[in-house]
Each structure stands twice: as C-alpha cells, then as structure tokens.
C-alpha cells in the first residue's frame, strides 16, 4: 500500500497529519504551551515539529512549519530551529525503528501529577491493560544525553508493544515519552495514558464523595420525612 505513493507524496501527507495531531493534543489538555514535541518516519527522513511549537505557536502550526530531519540529526528542510529534545525523538527512531514510526512528548494534563510525584502509572482500565505500568524514568535533566538514554532503556523490552499500539515512558518532574507503531497509535496512546491516570485521580475523590453522599442521602429522607406527616 505504501508504495502506491512517492516518498514526497507521503512526506507531504504526514505534515498535514502532524499540524492535526498537534492542534489536537493542544486543544485537550494532552500539552501545554511550555512543552512537547511530534515526529514521524518517512523511510529514513524525520518529520519534527518545531521547536516552541507550544509558546511560540500554541501548536496551530501549518503543514510547512513542520522540518524535515535526518536520522542524525541534520536540517534537511524547513526554516524553524530543531527541539532541544531532538535527541529523544532521533533515539527512538533509530532504536525502534523496526517496530515504530511515531514519537510523541508531551505534558498531559492528569499525566503531571504523576510527573510532579515522580510515580509510575499502573492501567487501572481495559483500554491501557496493553501498555503495562508506565515506568518512571531515574532522573534526567530537560534536552540532556541522559534522558535519552534512560527512556531508551525503559523502552527496551517493550518493542512487541510499540510493534501492537505503543510503549511509554514518564520522565519525572516533566513529562510523557512515548512510541507508537505510527502517529496515529501514539496519539491514541497518550490519550488513553492520560485517561487512566485522570481516573486514578477522580477514584480518590469518588470515594470520599460516596461516604459523604450516603450520608447526605440519610439526612436528606429523614427531613423530607417530616413533611409527608
Ligand atoms: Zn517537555
């Protein structure tokens, strides 16, 4: 199938895609204006968002704002500057290259309290049961060589899940890494990580509110009681 088109004619396609799945990820709290970062592979070309895709363009960026890197690491195309985070999207690639082509980071709203408390995030639902307990990276400063490699290492192993959907990683006090088997699973994933994390949230807040609504229940009959005298 991939074949009936050109390389340009896809790399054209994925930029349209990408400016898509930017303003989506925008626009439902999955990143905000301070952070994140898409890719996708064509063969052996990346197409990267800019960077401050975020506070410079509040992600309604267009087609052509969208570069074209190498493997390595090099500006083919476009007149944007590469993300400090680059080094994490090339790694992913050139890594799993063989099992996916989508990379995402991003600051999902309900997935930074887990970033801020520097927890893993075990699936509490049927729709994140395949992508195990996301792993909490060790430490790693923002645009530094070490979080490459650390999210590099928690992927590893999990390459039958980026082959199925995806497989992520959380970089504690900053944010969501992940790959997906293309753009399309990958944005499915870190909505569906970013559900199960605002489910674990709310459950807490639905327990207190059970107690108290027994209770609120009770008092409620006992006072309309009076009235059906
Ligand atoms: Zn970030």
Known sequence: MESALSKQQRIDAMRIKL??????????????????????RIDDVIVMSPSYSGQAHRWQLDPEDFLLVSLEGELLEGTGKITREASVHLGLHRKFGDYGSGVIHAHPRHVMVFAAMAMAIPPVLEA???????QCIEYAPAHSPHLAERIIEVITGQE????????????PWHGLFLIGKDID??????????????CILQAQAALGARDLLSQQRDQFA????KYRK
Request: aromatic share 8%; proline share 0%; charged share 20%.
């Open 19 to 40: 400016a898509e799945v930017g303003r989506f990820l925008f626009d439902r709290a999955l990143t905000d204006a301070g952070g994140g970062n898409i890719s996708a």
């Open 128 to 134: 994140t049961v395949k992508f195990g307990t996301v």
């Open 160 to 171: 039958e899940r980026i082959a199925k959907h995806a497989a992520a990683a959380l970089a």
């Open 185 to 198: 699973a990958a944005f499915d994933a870190v909505e569906r990580i970013d559900t199960n994390c605002f």
């Open 222 to 225: 006992a006072a309309a009681a």
